[in-house]
């Protein structure tokens, strides 16, 4: 069973459109998290979510909007999709502060 | 604010060579620091890991890292490197108190020549 699974794998959509990129973890792990790795490889957390509380939120555009109908859940809303927002989109999870972090494979959003 | 520092962006070794991969961070208080790696089409997986206790760390595939913490760095090592380590590997930390957030270095490439 995969530990963290994110839907869609890829995802091609044009500009100005609305997306989600689902998340689901089955570890039973208390945070979750989602990473943006962008062109140059560079990985930045966007948010992470404790017991349905948000405690993290980096300086993301407010298109971005993380929701989490339950604690294996953490969906990847963005609105009024932009060229920029061209990247691999990471979910992980953790439990507990400074356990090892698990990552999904990674949704590779492509806006055109 | 945490910062990660990998300075090799693209390294390219021939089979059997040694490596060693910089990460330097910036924290005032007390971290753990990770090594992970991306091989193509892969999702990330954890090398090893630091948390407190021998600054040497061993980790799978015989990679090792030690932790120099009057140099606030943690360099990633391997005696002999194979075709099948071509990856990406990336560095990172979170302070062990305040939130709990991983902060990831930009990532080293690194091509392993047959």
């Known amino acids: 069973d995969t530990a963290v699974s994110q839907t869609p794998k890829y995802l091609v959509t044009q500009m100005g459109n609305d997306k989600s990129i689902k998340c689901e973890q089955n570890l039973g792990h208390d945070t979750m998290y989602w990473y943006k790795q962008d062109s140059k490889k560079f990985l930045k957390i966007m948010f992470s979510?404790?017991?349905?509380?948000?405690?993290i939120n980096e300086t993301v555009p407010n298109r971005f909007s993380p929701k989490s109908p339950d604690k294996a859940h953490l969906n990847l809303h963005i609105n009024s999709l932009e060229l920029g927002d061209s990247a691999v989109y990471f979910c992980a999870s953790s439990q507990g502060r400074g356990e090892r972090a698990f990552f999904g494979q990674g949704t590779r959003l492509t806006v055109v | 604010a945490q910062s990660v520092s990998q300075h090799n962006h693209h390294v390219i070794l021939s089979e059997a060579a040694s490596l060693e991969l910089g990460c330097n961070y910036s924290?005032?208080?007390?971290?753990?620091l990770f090594w992970y790696v991306q091989y193509p089409g892969q999702h990330l997986q954890l090398l090893l890991k630091?948390?407190?206790?021998?600054?040497l760390v061993k980790g799978i595939k015989g990679f090792e890292a030690e932790f120099i913490k009057s140099k606030f760095s943690f360099n990633l090592r391997k005696p002999s490197v194979q075709w099948s380590d071509t990856a990406e590997y990336f560095c990172a930390v979170n302070a062990q108190t305040g939130a709990n957030n991983l902060f990831f270095g930009t990532g080293t490439r690194l091509t392993v020549i047959p």
């Open positions: 979510y404790n017991n349905k509380e948000l405690i």
């Open positions: 924290y005032g208080g007390t971290v753990n």
């Open positions: 630091y948390f407190s206790g021998d600054p």
